[in-house]
């Protein structure tokens, strides 16, 4: 975002939406709301990032960053939680919340992975968008875990398109039921190894594909964006708007329409309920700096904040109508907990198409669709996983044998080594009633507001899964042709996937849900919750494509809504 969109009239408090969060669904519901024509006031807890500029390291190489890009053991110390992440360094650790900024209780190991800026974690999310289909919004119903989506595949489907449209995705049309096709610009190309794969598996594990990766970076230029140049840097922030992100595309566009304020750190701390309408009337924000609290006021609120940040305001919305948050009647605001379940992978080494090697630094791999509980297939867990995975050759063939010195390690670092190929395993999280995030009593964060309280854990059906990942990516491996085939689990606990949702389930029953089908509050209409809180399972797919359909579609019925005079 240009600076000069940051706020364009700070002493305005009056406005016909307030959005709570500028990530990827909070864009979302910014540029559909201003596009529609309300005047809209987007609030972020962090600092402003303006799109381009403050990408200070995207064209860095390693030996311009500090320590090559490795963070320093310093800062491991100071944030044990962030050090486990694997995919931050010193080129992108700006983007992420460092653990002391924002404390939380952990009542079972849960590692919650933030990026307070605007644009959230948009800047530096995966980019794989895969469409949901029938039988993930079925699943809860068809096996009794969970409450039952108030909607289905066909009410989400165009607007799957109609955010495909827009954010730009790459990938291949397969035909495969339970992994839909969607508005598709030109698939990546696989490397040799890939190709090898997939011709291998295909040809002998029937139900078994391997495609390319849905992914929101651009093959091609796409509505004054991108391409992508193929770098794999893109966690960086990219100056080419090579990928997805809210700075990039849907805070840009919402900034078009000139409805769209943006103010950066705004700590939301409540919303304010209005006990004779029976509605909401604004926000109480806190300066994330000089802790001042101001009131906004709107007609309507959008909850993006981020599922556990927008639980949090939720519960921390107190009044004499609602003593344990705003909406929760019926004790279900916080249950339902979920994060996927990625501990599995396995590798292997393939000695094979020595005179092959790849080019460039494509920012995605293949992809195989979850083949479990599917058709016919029946195992003794629920649900399914697929795997997502590379073939890619080492960059040289040093080893166990090179000598450490002298002509032999120079000729071995000249010349390209095995091929490797990882799977990994990435599984379903079963919706547990008793998965679930509260507020703490006694601990509060530095803006005063309580601290989250995190309980959630991976269980016997996540256990069993992680067994069948296993076992089936060395069959494949075994087929493929590969040697020094090796699994591991990585044990790592919920949150790690950054995957969080759930904790205000969609449903029918104002009894057992928070939300209804238009994303909602049962009991308080003109509150819409749209990011990865609203979400009643968490399927395998990666769930950031789900949440902008979601958000686009609630943000234009809330519209409706309004229009006819209900809100």
């Not at 080129?91 to 933030?114: C, G, M, T």
């Not at 921390?316 to 249950?335: A, I």
């Not at 599917?374 to 063939?397: A, E, I, M």
């Not at 769930?543 to 943000?555: D, V």
Request: aromatic share 8%.
């Amino acid at each position: 975002m240009s600076q000069s969109h940051v706020q364009r009239n700070p002493k305005k408090h009056r406005y016909d939406a307030i959005v709570v969060g500028s990530g990827i669904t909070g864009g979302w519901a910014a540029k559909e709301l201003c596009e529609n024509g309300l005047e809209t006031l987007v609030l972020e807890r962090g600092k402003n990032v303006e799109h381009i500029k403050d990408y200070t390291t995207a064209l860095s190489e390693p030996w311009e960053l500090p320590n090559r890009g490795n963070v320093t053991p310093q800062w491991q110390a100071r944030n044990p939680i962030m050090a486990h992440k694997g995919s931050v360094n010193a080129a992108n650790q700006r983007f992420f919340l460092e653990d002391a900024a924002h404390p939380y209780v952990q009542s079972k190991p849960f590692h919650w992975i933030r990026g307070y800026q605007v644009g959230g974690k948009s800047l530096m999310w995966a980019r794989m968008t895969q469409r949901w289909g029938e039988m993930d919004f079925a699943a809860n119903a068809k096996d009794g875990h969970g409450v039952d989506w108030p909607i289905r595949y066909k009410d989400l489907a165009p607007w799957y398109s109609h955010v495909e449209k827009f954010a730009g995705i790459s990938g291949s049309k397969e035909g495969l039921p339970q992994l839909p096709d969607g508005e598709f610009l030109p698939p990546m190309e696989f490397t040799c190894m890939e190709a090898h794969v997939k011709k291998i598996v295909e040809k002998k594990f029937k139900g078994r594909n391997v495609i390319n990766p849905r992914c929101a970076n651009l093959t091609q230029h796409h509505k004054g964006r991108g391409p992508c140049q193929f770098r794999n840097r893109c966690n960086r922030g990219c100056p080419f708007t090579g990928y997805f992100s809210s700075n990039g595309a849907s805070l840009p566009a919402a900034a078009t329409t000139g409805k769209l304020t943006l103010r950066p750190e705004s700590v939301v701390h409540s919303i304010i309920y209005d006990k004779e309408s029976g509605k909401a009337k604004g926000v109480r924000v806190i300066d994330a700096e000089t802790k001042e609290t101001t009131e906004y006021f709107s007609r309507i609120v959008f909850l993006n904040a981020g599922t556990l940040n927008s639980l949090l305001i939720l519960m921390n919305s107190t009044s004499d109508r609602f003593p344990n948050g705003l909406g929760n009647d019926h004790d279900v605001l916080g249950r339902y907990i979920m994060d996927h379940n990625y501990r599995a992978k396995v590798s292997g080494t393939f000695t094979g198409l020595q005179d092959k090697y790849h080019f460039g630094g494509r920012p995605a791999g293949a992809y195989v669709p979850r083949f479990r509980n599917v058709g016919s297939d029946k195992q003794s867990f629920l649900r399914g996983y697929c795997y997502g995975f590379r073939g890619l050759r080492s960059s040289s063939n040093v080893n166990k044998d090179t000598p450490p010195i002298g002509a032999g390690l120079k000729l071995a670092m000249s010349e390209p080594g095995v091929w490797n190929v990882g799977l990994n395993g990435m599984g379903e999280h079963l919706p547990y009633y008793d998965n679930r995030m509260t507020l703490s009593k006694r601990e509060v964060d530095p803006w005063g507001i309580p601290q989250v309280k995190v309980d959630c854990t991976y269980r016997e059906n996540e256990e069993e899964m992680i067994k069948d990942i296993h076992a089936s990516g060395i069959e494949m491996l075994e087929a493929v042709g590969c040697e020094n085939i090796k699994t591991r689990n990585t044990q790592q606990p919920p949150g790690q996937a950054i995957h969080e949702m759930g904790g205000a389930p969609m449903g029918r029953d104002a009894k057992t849900s928070m939300l209804n089908f238009r994303n909602q509050l049962h009991s308080v209409s003109n509150v819409f919750v749209s990011d990865g809180a609203c979400m009643n399972s968490s399927a395998c797919q990666n769930p950031s494509l789900t949440y902008m359909a979601l958000t686009a579609r609630a943000a234009n019925l809330a519209v409706g809504e309004l229009k006819k005079g209900n809100l």
